[in-house]
């Protein structure tokens, strides 16, 4: 177990990654390593913005109800009879038992496993049994429409469920509008794409802290050293970063080939530019989900932080059109899961190694190249801000950080 941080040093050192990127530190090793700061973070961070918790795929049907655990919080996303889906508090209102422990089709409502009171698939409490004593199963002055189940902003994209638990950042549309502008060829295109029914989903467990997939998916820098394979034929010199004010960063490739390296002749979204054919960007959508964008697929990887130093990277592929996900291109398709299987996989041991670094009183955050690093610098004054606001820290030269926020 680390030692417990103190807050004054952990303010001190969040001071430092506010600096500009040429003297700034990186994010303390508390922030990776302490099982304090990743309940802090959930409060300070992940519940004050738009954070992905699961795939609609996930609720298969109707009725289905998904039990979400978001960093010890335990959630539930319902889909009702109509399709429609929400997320609750996955606790019941009489004395707060877990009411959902495995996901499954709810038969037509949810029954508490403690006293037996029901709920519908829109969250409104239905049935209280012997609640005014044995066979008295309602009260005159107990309504139940005021103890439904609580329910949690939520909104669905690109086939997530994004929730944001404060219930008072930006709308989603504010949220999400910096990278529907930067991708309006696929974001306008939502309704072409498909999921395959077998081979579109991947998952793995890396032995790290949420952030470094973050911050190692966000950089091209790695490259020649981590994926000899992809850098032969997407090197790093096409490769160019990428940094908004908003919430997101990551880098693009100017010489995007897997289609072709792995054989491929998918169906391609039909306004993409054609002087752009080989183009594809990787964005980190803080704080959670990953995306990559290319003319032919399109991928989001939820994180799920499942403790301080373990992560869950689940995978889902999108394609173009009907015929994309027909039998006649399944072997392609095998091929782009594959080929990004590989690509992964061998990020795992650099995830894992600066998990383990972060053991070391040796490193104190590091440094930023400031040609290199801006996408992975823009992540952590990123989540400085959200911490420092937090603390209520004073940024180098202003008032709170807080009072900016
Ligand atoms: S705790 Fe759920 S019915 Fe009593
Ligand atoms: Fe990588």
Redesign the pocket.
């Known amino acids: 177990m680390p030692e417990k941080i103190e807050v004054s040093d952990l303010s001190a050192s969040i001071r430092r990654t506010l600096l500009p990127i040429e003297q700034a530190n990186g994010l303390a090793n508390q922030a990776y390593a302490d099982p304090a700061l990743f309940a802090f973070e959930r409060e300070h961070v992940m519940a004050r913005t738009w954070t992905a918790i699961a795939f609609e795929r996930e609720l298969p049907e109707p009725g289905f109800a998904l039990p979400v655990d978001l960093m010890g919080l335990p959630l539930l996303i319902l889909r009702n009879r109509a399709g429609q889906l929400s997320v609750f508090h996955n606790v019941?209102?009489?004395?707060?038992?877990l009411?959902v422990r495995e996901p499954g089709v709810a038969d037509g409502s949810l029954r508490?496993?403690?006293?037996?009171?029901r709920y519908d698939l829109d969250g409104n409490l239905r049935g209280t049994p012997h609640i005014g004593g044995v066979g008295i199963h309602q009260l005159d002055d107990f309504d139940c429409d005021q103890h439904g189940l609580k329910e949690v902003r939520s909104h669905i994209w690109l086939g997530m469920v994004f929730v944001n638990l404060s219930g008072e950042a930006e709308s989603f549309a504010d949220f999400i509008r910096p990278l529907q502008q930067r991708w309006q060829v696929f974001t306008n295109k939502f309704e072409e794409l498909r999921t395959p029914t077998n081979g579109g989903t991947m998952e793995l467990e890396v032995n790290c802290n949420w952030k470094l997939a973050v911050e190692n998916y966000c950089e091209a820098y790695h490259l020649p050293w981590v994926h000899p394979g992809l850098n032969s034929y997407s090197p790093l010199d096409q490769h160019y970063c990428i940094q908004s004010d908003q919430g997101m960063s990551g880098q693009g490739s100017g010489c995007y080939r897997l289609a072709e390296v792995a054989g491929n002749q998918l169906p391609q979204f039909p306004d993409w530019p054609a002087a752009q054919q080989q183009t594809a960007e990787y964005l980190s959508l803080y704080p959670n989900v990953l995306l990559g964008v290319q003319v032919d697929h399109v991928f989001a990887i939820i994180l799920h932080p499942l403790s301080h130093d373990r992560t869950l990277e689940s995978l889902q592929l999108f394609y173009v059109g009907d015929d994309a996900v027909t039998p006649s291109y399944a072997e392609n398709r095998d091929n782009v899961l594959q080929a990004w299987r590989e690509v992964f996989a061998e990020d795992i041991f650099a995830v894992e190694g600066m998990q383990q670094g972060r053991r070391s009183p040796g490193f104190a955050g590091g440094v930023f190249s400031a040609a290199m690093d801006g996408p992975t610098y823009h992540f952590h004054r990123w989540v400085a801000e959200f911490y420092a606001s937090g603390l209520s820290v004073s940024a180098p030269g202003e008032g709170t950080v807080a009072d900016r926020m």
């Open positions: 019941c209102s009489h004395r707060g038992m009411l508490c496993p403690y006293h037996s009171w």
